[in-house]
């Protein structure tokens, strides 16, 4: 059986991608299903290319014993043949995901969503980015994707 490969993108790649992967991850050992994904999460942005996750998110999702481990990358043509899925946090990072593909002709078949299509308990279009926030932006933040990412899930499996 073929792995499905998920690829979670914002703008820098320290706080919302970086969590989805986290919740992701997490989804998919509690249902025994972590054999069957590749999951990664990048950035749109350079700014933050081989840091950690930003420390107030790691910090609030250690709370919901998430640990973020990735290290921030920026996306680029071979994720679009690799995954199968790329899922974007807000309407900014899908609009550039869907130009960076067209401008550079690249081939591949993933699938270019946002991740806030598979919400049901949330009324947010977007998740939001917490970066310029307080804390509680960070526990908001892990709120809408622990409701997405599991959408999500449930849309595929």
């Known amino acids: 059986m073929k792995k499905k490969s998920v690829l979670f993108v914002c703008l820098g790649n320290i706080c919302r991608s970086p969590a989805a992967e986290a919740i992701f991850i997490d989804l998919i050992h509690k249902k025994c299903l972590a ?19 930003d420390s107030r998110m790691r ?15 920026q996306i680029n043509i071979k994720d679009f043949e690799n995954f199968d899925y790329i899922l974007t946090m807000d309407n900014s990072n899908y609009f550039y995901v869907k130009d960076f593909q067209k401008s550079r002709n690249v081939s591949g078949s993933a699938l270019i969503k946002k ?16 970066y310029f926030g307080g804390d509680q932006g960070f526990d908001n933040v892990l709120d809408i994707l622990e409701d997405s990412v599991s959408g999500f899930l449930n849309s595929i499996y």
């Not at 054999?35 to 996750?53: E, M, P, Q, R, Y």
């Open 115 to 130: 991740i806030q299509d598979f919400r049901s308990d949330f009324n947010e279009e977007e998740v939001p980015d917490p």
């Open 59 to 73: 910090i609030a999702a250690k709370k919901r014993n998430l640990h973020i481990l990735s290290r921030a990358r």
């Open 35 to 53: 054999n069957n994904f590749i999951v990664d999460s990048a950035g749109t942005g350079s700014w933050h290319i081989g840091k950690k996750a």
